[in-house]
């Protein structure tokens, strides 16, 4: 899945209004994700949103750093970050997109599933993480959406999400 810059004429009628950025911006810096994000460092694994358009699609940015606790131990002397975080990243990216969808007030968005997952390269220290979703679908308290994680270019890792929303006020679990 390969996305480009959305014009702004197209931007603008997503919403129909004069200008989307008056309403939502087509991108994020860490302030904005964190106030649509429960998670805090060592978990915040998005530094920021380079492109977004609400309801549709979302590209989101990791710089990944040698600094990142989790090198520590995992390969020691050849450092790769570990999948399941790359998997942490596309969802965080993911919830993003869906927390700025209506009726999201009061409701987090959890990670329940993980289908058709292919690492296709290692993610290494000084590699920028551009994170895509799209075709995000959901029914209910359930959706899916459809992520892919590039370096330079090259495909890091793909698959379908699935997300459930869980009330913040609600004891029950999903």
């Given at each position: 899945m390969r996305f480009e810059m959305i014009p702004e004429e197209r931007r603008t009628s997503v919403l129909g209004v004069s200008s989307l950025s008056q309403v939502i911006p087509s991108s994020m810096d860490i302030q904005t994700i964190l106030a649509h994000l429960p998670h805090r460092y060592p978990f915040l694994l998005v530094d920021c949103i380079l492109e977004f358009e609400p309801g549709e699609r979302i590209v989101g940015l990791k710089n990944v750093s040698i600094d990142e606790p989790f090198?520590?131990?995992?390969?020691?002397?050849?450092?790769?970050?570990?999948?399941?975080?790359?998997?942490?990243?596309?969802?965080?990216?993911?919830?993003?997109?869906v927390s700025i969808l209506p009726d999201m007030d009061g409701h987090l968005i959890h990670l329940v599933g993980v289908d058709h997952m292919r690492f296709r390269r290692p993610v290494v220290p000084g590699d920028q993480l551009i994170i895509s979703v799209g075709s995000v679908r959901g029914k209910g308290r359930f959706g899916k959406a459809k992520v892919t994680a590039t370096v330079g270019g090259t495909c890091a890792a793909e698959g379908v999400l699935t997300y459930g929303l869980v009330s913040v006020d609600a004891d029950d679990d999903l």
């Open positions: 090198f520590v131990g995992h390969f020691p002397g050849r450092p790769v970050m570990p999948g399941v975080l790359v998997v942490e990243a596309m969802a965080q990216v993911a919830a993003v997109l």
